[in-house]
């Protein structure tokens, strides 16, 4: 399910009537480029999200992380080859993070699981995701990876739902039924006793 460096980058973002002003538009060139500090600033314009998204999935700050440094190193290897505008790049960095998060649940033959018997390296708090809720977290748990996938680029990184659709390679009116159902679906695990 890897994206792989030999995939084409020839994302374009969705149609619209005015031509783009994404935020990351300013950036698209000198990624093609490959200029240091396009990717820097795209780098550090995105890795936020891009990381709680991927925490969201797999539940670990360090696969977290390494999930999006190994997005941004294929970007880097086939950033020549990119063709679209800031909102294409940033949905196609999205696409790449949830392509290594579901492998390494798949590789790990795992959902977002720790080990019991090894004490953390840090405080059990750093493992949780700053603001959010245990009960939350356990009712996000309960979701598929799809749905989890889908409300975390929502709610969490705020994508609309053509963004979402690029992302999770559906189309808009599914995502939006998706969503709905996932939507229904966190509220009944949040009701439920912990």
């Known amino acids: 399910m890897s994206i792989g460096a030999g995939a084409p980058l020839e994302v374009t973002a969705p149609s619209r009537e005015t031509p783009s002003t994404h935020p990351l538009d ?6 093609r480029r490959r200029s240091n500090s ?6 550090e314009a995105t890795a936020d999200d891009l990381v709680s998204f991927a925490y969201g999935m797999l539940r670990e700050r360090a696969a977290a ?17 990119f063709r ?15 392509y290594r998060c579901l492998d390494e649940l798949k590789r790990a033959g795992r959902r977002r699981e720790r080990p019991s018997h090894e004490l953390p390296d840090q405080p059990v708090a750093a493992h949780h995701d700053p603001g959010l809720e245990p ?3 356990r009712a996000l748990d309960a979701l ?3 749905a989890r996938t889908m409300i975390i680029l929502r709610h969490v990184v705020g994508m609309s739902g053509e963004e979402i659709a690029a992302v999770v390679g559906l189309r808009r009116p ?8 996932a939507e229904a679906r966190l509220r009944v695990a949040l009701e439920e006793p912990a």
């Open 38 to 43: 396009a990717f820097a600033a795209l780098y």
């Open 26 to 31: 300013r950036w698209v060139d000198g990624v």
């Open 174 to 181: 599914t995502v939006y039924k998706a969503l709905e159902r």
């Open 144 to 146: 598929s990876d799809k």
């Open 135 to 137: 009960a939350l977290e």
């Open 84 to 98: 679209g505008n800031g909102e294409a790049l940033r949905v196609w960095l999205f696409k790449s993070v949830r």
């Open 65 to 81: 992380e390494d999930a999006v440094q190994q997005a941004f190193l294929e970007l880097v290897r086939a950033a020549g080859r």
